[in-house]
């Protein structure tokens, strides 16, 4: 070939892909995902600091209640399993239990942050992995990106709440079934039995830490189950491991369903026992007046597909970015490239059913009622629109490739600073989560530290008849052990004290409506009352004093 004709040729590569971008899709190496796991942690321990300085680590009522969940396992004068209850999964509170008996980090919050943040970090970097496998180097970091700035994952990165743990075992779960699959498909024989083992280990946490985790690890099982059962050549040499990642999968739902029964005398408490979301829903929702989307499955996917958006993207943003994200998941089922990355969308039918028909409201500003509650369960779909939207781009970016290359080179970095002005967009008008948060703890918080003020005067190790279901915030903010309380936890010394109050404690704190209101109205001898403490948009509180301490 003549020296012009190669210039033309080259001209003609050079205008068809530039050579600065690759195209390939692969596994990434371990030297690819270090990088990002460090960036990754710095992320976490620059919202740590942010959140910390601004006291935002307990304003989730729930995070204050899995921090007192994991700390009655040891603090109580009944400890032991038994303390995990019945209703929320097991598996958060076991992960917290090593840090929360430090007393100072269960009254700052500190208890529940690090194995978020932990979470946090090993999902940002399995998210990159997952999405090297299904995009170009450039998309997959601007997936990860995505992934990683968003402001309502880095709060709730510093929060005892489930969402970052249970992001990071959808994601390696999704990675580690789409790598098994490859290597059934690949007859490699080792790496199907690691990777079984490992997807019954991740079901297993799964399975333990939400329920949508349920469907989700029967979602895996079946796929991963239903691939080998048409790989005849490898079948028959990862019986033992199949077996061992089936007893996995079933082991947590069972699990569950014996402790219910074995603590609780019904293996189905959590869906219909006094604590269940049927039961508070019953307790708060307005009479006659059921929430959104209940039985109307369309708009139950219009309002969690919204609030999905709105954890994802800053204003009227999030109508774009879902439509490159339904684009991004026309493109996988069309073209069949992995679909066992689908599994990221299961969020998406789970709670669909969940509002239309399980007692899970969502409230959101934007639609009826205009306020907030649960936005945090549309954080389950960011790994989904984190990868999908980066799949129509790199469909884009190849498309466009011979007749637009400057558009081409710029698509990465515009989308990577789109991404930036994004997550200062949204930290400014306070994230959809985060604002949550701050909304609904107003009232409780000043409740609570009002009661945890009148704690401090008490003497030291004295007997206080409370209970702690509702408000163990006030003891926590006190620094109160929780063995020094008479509460449910304890159904004995409990029921005693109910029966006597002034016997069996040297002080009382009766909330309005709960059980210890009714058995000092029931049982008022030897009781003084101390003080009322009242806060708006919160039931009064008495203390009183015993005469027999």
């Keep these: 070939m003549s020296t012009r004709a190669r210039k033309r040729n080259l001209r003609g590569q ?46 989730y009522g729930d995070a204050v209640a899995h921090l007192g969940i994991a700390r009655r396992i040891f603090d109580t004068r009944n400890p032991g399993l038994i303390q995990l209850g019945g209703v929320w999964l097991p598996l958060p509170h076991l992960l917290m239990l090593p840090f929360v008996q430090k007393m100072e980090w269960w009254q700052n919050g500190l208890a529940g942050a690090w194995p978020s943040l932990l979470s946090y970090v090993l999902s940002a970097a399995g998210l990159y992995r997952l ?249 389950e779909m960011l790994p989904a629109f984190a990868i999908f939207a980066c799949v129509a781009l790199g469909w884009l970016q190849q498309r466009w490739a011979a007749s637009q290359p400057l558009l081409v080179r710029l698509m990465p970095p515009v989308a990577l600073l789109l991404i930036a002005i994004n997550a200062v967009a949204m930290m400014y008008r306070v994230p959809l989560v985060l604002k949550e948060a701050m909304v609904n703890s107003t009232t409780r918080i000043a409740f609570e530290q009002a009661i945890a003020n009148e704690l401090k005067t008490f003497p030291s190790g004295v007997p206080i008849l409370m209970y702690n279901s509702d408000h163990v915030g006030a003891l926590q903010r006190a620094g109160i052990p929780l063995k020094q309380t008479l509460s449910e936890t304890d159904y004995d010394s409990w029921k005693a004290a109910l029966a006597d109050p002034a016997k069996h404690a040297a002080y009382v704190v009766a909330i309005a409506g709960d059980p210890v209101s009714a058995a000092v109205a029931a049982h008022p001898q030897g009781l003084t009352e101390l003080v009322v403490l009242c806060t708006t948009g919160q039931s009064c509180a008495r203390v009183y004093r015993s005469s027999n301490f």
Aim: hydrophobic share 55%; with cysteine; aromatic share 14%.
């Design 14 to 59: 050079t205008a068809e892909r530039p050579a600065a971008l690759s195209f390939e899709v692969r596994p990434a190496k371990r030297e690819e995902t270090m990088p990002v796991a460090i960036a990754a942690v710095a992320f976490a321990f620059i919202a740590l600091i942010v959140c910390m300085g601004r006291n935002y680590l307990l304003l």
């Design 131 to 379: 999405a090297r496998r299904m995009v170009a180097p450039q998309w997959a970091l601007v997936a990860t990106a995505f992934y990683a700035l968003n402001p309502n994952l880095l709060y709730l990165s510093t929060t005892a709440m489930t969402e970052p743990l249970f992001l990071a075992i959808v994601i390696w779960t999704t990675l580690l079934a789409m790598e098994c699959l490859a290597a059934i498909r690949d007859a490699r024989v080792t790496a199907v039995n690691g990777r079984l083992i490992g997807l019954g280990v991740l079901i297993l946490a799964a399975v333990l830490t939400r329920y949508d985790g349920w469907i989700f690890g029967a979602a895996v099982w079946s796929v991963v189950a239903w691939k080998l059962f048409r790989a005849e050549r490898v079948r028959p040499r990862v019986t033992v491991c199949f077996a061992i990642f089936t007893f996995l999968s079933i082991a947590g739902p069972v699990a569950w369903l014996a402790y219910n029964q074995h603590f609780f005398h019904d293996p189905l408490d959590f869906m219909r026992g006094p604590y269940s979301a049927l039961a508070i829903e019953r307790r708060t929702a307005t009479s006659g007046s059921p929430h959104p989307g209940w039985h109307n499955p369309v708009w139950a996917a219009v309002l969690y597909l919204r609030t999905s958006q709105l954890d994802a993207a800053a204003w009227q943003t999030g109508f774009a970015v879902l439509a490159l994200v339904l684009a991004g998941l026309f493109i996988v089922v069309r073209r069949r490239l992995d679909l066992i990355s689908t599994l990221l969308w299961i969020p998406l039918p789970f709670y669909i059913y969940s509002i239309s028909y399980g007692s899970i409201p969502i409230f959101i500003p934007p639609l009826f009622p205009h306020s907030y509650y649960n936005s945090r369960y549309g954080m």
